[in-house]
């Protein structure tokens, strides 16, 4: 069965500094990754993700992600944290085949200070 | 740019009653999803359809029922509502195994 574990629930970070959101997922044959965030009275908007190829995925707003096989890993990272991007994010897994489950993580609230 | 709406934004039904969720989509997508979202909980699967008809349960299906009559439309049904199913209910489509598009979602609260 797929499952994702985000294990922070929160991550707090200066404006400025990098950040890493964490995520890593078990699933069957080869995964297929999402990051998607939410900002507040808002649906859920797709950030970046990872089928196949490079390891280091680019996304909106700044937002890359880094596959690694090894570790089942792909976490969300950012160079330069930026006020407005506090929000939730959700890490997403799904099998390859045309007709795949989508199953999240439990979600990470980041809070950047000034 | 795809478009999944969702019929109501917040809905407030008494325990008991019966209740449809529905949701369309603009994009022919053959993958439907129905998720609840709860704080520190996530995004839960309740159903997901990938083609008319076709259904799977989630890992939380008890207590709802979904239909899918046509391509475009999903309906997530709450035979008899109850206050634990108070929650955000989330719903997206996707083609094939790619991103999922999401609704806005509807704030379901059950007196």
């Known amino acids: 069965a797929q499952s994702v574990a985000q294990p922070e629930d929160q991550v707090n970070v200066a404006e400025g500094n990098p950040l890493t959101v964490k995520c890593t997922y078990s699933v069957s044959g080869n995964p297929y990754l999402f990051w998607y965030v939410q900002y507040p009275n808002r649906g859920l908007q797709f950030l970046l993700k990872y089928i196949t190829g490079d390891n280091l995925v680019k996304g909106s707003y700044g937002f890359e992600a880094e596959f690694n096989k090894s570790q089942t890993s792909f976490h969300l990272k950012k160079p330069s944290a930026l006020v407005s991007d506090s929000a939730l994010y959700f890490c997403a897994v799904r099998d390859g085949s045309s007709a795949s489950k989508i199953i999240f993580g439990s979600g990470t609230r980041l809070s950047i200070r000034p | 740019d795809v478009k999944v709406t969702q019929s109501s934004r917040y809905l407030v039904k008494r325990t008991g009653e019966k209740v449809f969720l529905e949701c369309v989509q603009d994009?022919?997508?053959?993958?439907m999803f129905w998720y609840r979202q709860d704080p520190g909980l996530g995004l839960r699967l309740i159903y997901f359809s990938y083609d008319v008809k076709m259904k799977e349960k989630g890992d939380i299906p008890e207590g709802y029922s979904v239909s899918r009559e046509k391509k475009e439309r999903f309906s997530l049904i709450l035979e008899s509502a109850s206050t634990n199913q108070t929650s955000m209910y989330l719903c997206?489509?996707?083609?094939?195994?790619?991103?999922?598009?999401f609704g806005q979602g509807t704030r379901l609260t059950v007196v």
């Open positions: 994009m022919d997508h053959e993958n």
């Open positions: 997206a489509s996707s083609h094939g195994p790619t991103k999922a598009f």
